[in-house]
């Protein structure tokens, strides 16, 4: 797919993967709207990369809706990428015995899959209405899980099922949107230097570093955004999920 002179909306475009996902996309020559709970970081990255800015929740319909059409105004939209989401540390039973609190576990399954979910389906409706490219495609849609998917660790029982629940929407979705030439894809990203991990002690970040098979580094999240844009011009690639994570695989904790 061509690039240039498209239009993308990126969820969680405000830092980290997100961030990074806007930028090489603009770099592209694509017109990108970032949206993003936090409309300030937002804007400061549209305004980087002369795109747009919409603050907004991924758990809001409305929101969403507002978002995919503002992304749509000038140009086609295309491209629709998920990385609004957040993790959550709570063990099916606690330390002191109680239960994993429910309401943990709603609230990262109502951010990490239903704001996927929201954006997801709201952006194809879109997508849809676009003119045919080459092979009939009119777009992409690249969707964010974790390796906790796979290899979830001690603690991560609601993180590790809500990016299951990403990692189990991408085929259905793909085979729902092949008809009006849709690709979806998801990344399974390994352990990546955004601000979640920066707030860790430097000596913790090093020996997470080790623990990757190689490179010994934490991801970047430019080689995030690198991934998504070969996705996108990939025409070939649909129904995936990529795990980006340097081959570690996590241990129980």
């Not at 080790?210 to 025409?235: M, W």
Request: net charge negative; charged share 15%; hydrophobic share 45%.
């Amino acid at each position: 797919m061509e690039l240039n002179g498209a239009a993308a909306i990126i969820t969680g475009g405000a830092s980290g993967l997100g961030a990074a996902t806007a930028r090489a996309l603009a770099a592209e020559g694509v017109h990108v709207t970032v949206f993003d709970r936090n409309e300030a970081g937002a804007k400061e990255v549209a305004d980087e990369i002369g795109g747009k800015a919409v603050g907004g929740d991924v758990t809001n319909r409305d929101d969403c809706e507002a978002a995919v059409n503002e992304a749509a105004e000038g140009a086609p939209l295309r491209i629709a990428v998920n990385c609004a989401g957040t993790g959550w540390v709570g063990r099916v039973i606690n330390r002191d015995g109680t239960p994993h609190d429910p309401g943990a576990f709603g609230f990262i399954q109502q951010l990490n899959v239903i704001g996927t979910f929201n954006v997801m389906t709201l952006a194809a409706a879109k997508i849809a209405t676009t003119e045919p490219l080459e092979f009939g495609e009119r777009g992409v849609i690249i969707n964010t899980a974790s390796v906790a998917a796979f290899d979830g660790q001690i603690g991560q029982l609601a993180y590790s099922a809500s990016k299951g629940a990403v990692v189990g929407m991408t085929l259905p979705a793909a085979r729902d949107l092949s008809v009006v030439g849709i690709r979806v894809n998801t990344i399974a990203p390994g352990l990546f230097d955004t601000p979640l991990l920066a707030m860790l002690p430097e000596e913790a970040r090093a020996a997470l570093a080790q623990s990757v098979l190689f490179p010994k580094a934490l991801g970047q999240p430019d080689q995030y955004g690198q991934l998504v844009v070969s996705i996108a011009t990939n025409a070939y690639l649909n129904g995936e999920v990529i795990r980006l994570d340097g081959g570690i695989r996590m241990p129980p904790k």
